[in-house]
């Protein structure tokens, strides 16, 4: 496949990922004439239409919702086939599409950022913000290279995880909250109590969910929110208890000792298992390890 073709199916991948000609212009550093002239050159190479254009709204047809699947195969195969003719010289460069999550991003990342980006100035780093499961996905359809995140507590098909962090969770409650003076709890006491955790469709929810399940009880939850900050914010103001990683506890909060309940996250480096990674992706991950199994680590002082 030549490159023009190459370069009209990324036109109409953009597309479709945004919804948008003008979105996906910017996306891919085009005009937006540009990007519709190679739609619709696709559109008459193939001789089907790709695209509804209702209004401002744009939408798959289903030849272009079938076409979909294959146009992302090919441009990853041909980044790929691009990545290891550069990987075989050895050298450190090119761009690393990365995802990883807010807390990461603040808590984890800062000093393997700076040792990658002192030991490799060739390397043109895109890091998306995003939550832990959407990242894991993204790797899953070739969107991201590289995601630093949660790891999933259960496997996911086509996916390798490799830890780099264990990050304790800790249940938590503002200084006023009833059950803050006390030496240890029961779940089921603390159960008794609204608690503001993050979204059921997040892993962290599924650890506690899954300890909760397993001790035959149920959780009621108030308020969600996939921001571990903004939870802190909502257990600080005494809105409920929260399961936060030790990272977030404070002065204004108090750790609570639930009996029998230890629980844990773990963050790291998830991966496509069909795709080589690239040497920037490698030096990416040996920096995070570097951290992660440093003494002293600066990160573990909360611990617990």
Request: include cysteine.
């Amino acid at each position: 496949m030549g490159n023009m073709e190459l370069t009209l199916l990324q036109a109409f991948s953009a597309v479709a990922e945004h919804g948008s000609f003008s979105l996906a212009a910017e996306h891919i550093h085009l005009t937006q004439p540009a990007v519709s002239k190679r739609v619709r050159q696709l559109e008459d190479d193939l001789g089907v239409r790709l695209f509804d254009r209702i209004g401002r709204r744009v939408r798959l047809t289903e030849a272009g919702r079938a076409l979909l699947p294959r146009a992302r195969r090919l441009l990853n195969d041909a980044a790929e086939i691009r990545r290891l003719l550069a990987d075989l010289s050895g050298e450190v460069r090119g761009r690393l599409v990365m995802g990883t999550s807010h807390h990461i991003g603040l808590h984890r990342l800062p000093t393997p950022l700076k040792s990658f980006t002192r030991a490799h100035p060739e390397v043109e780093l895109d890091i998306r913000f995003m939550d832990s499961e959407a990242a894991c996905h993204a790797v899953e359809i070739g969107d991201l290279e590289l995601a630093i995140v949660t790891l999933p507590p259960e496997p996911l098909p086509r996916l390798q995880s490799q830890l780099i962090w264990d990050d304790p969770l800790v249940f938590m409650v503002s200084r006023e909250h009833p059950l803050a003076g006390r030496q240890q709890v029961s779940l089921e006491e603390l159960l008794a109590h609204p608690a503001v955790l993050p979204g059921s469709n997040t892993y962290t929810r599924e650890i506690l969910e899954r300890a909760v399940h397993a001790a035959g009880l149920r959780l009621r939850t108030g308020m969600e929110t996939n921001y571990l900050e903004t939870l802190r914010m909502l257990t600080e103001a005494n809105l409920g208890w929260s399961l936060l990683p030790a990272t977030q506890l404070t002065p204004q909060l108090a750790a609570l000792n639930v009996v029998g309940m230890r629980l844990s996250r773990r963050l790291g480096a998830v991966t496509h298992e069909g795709r080589s990674l690239s040497n920037a992706a490698r030096a990416m991950i040996a920096a995070c390890v570097e951290t992660g199994t440093r003494p002293g680590d600066e990160y573990t002082e909360h611990g617990g």
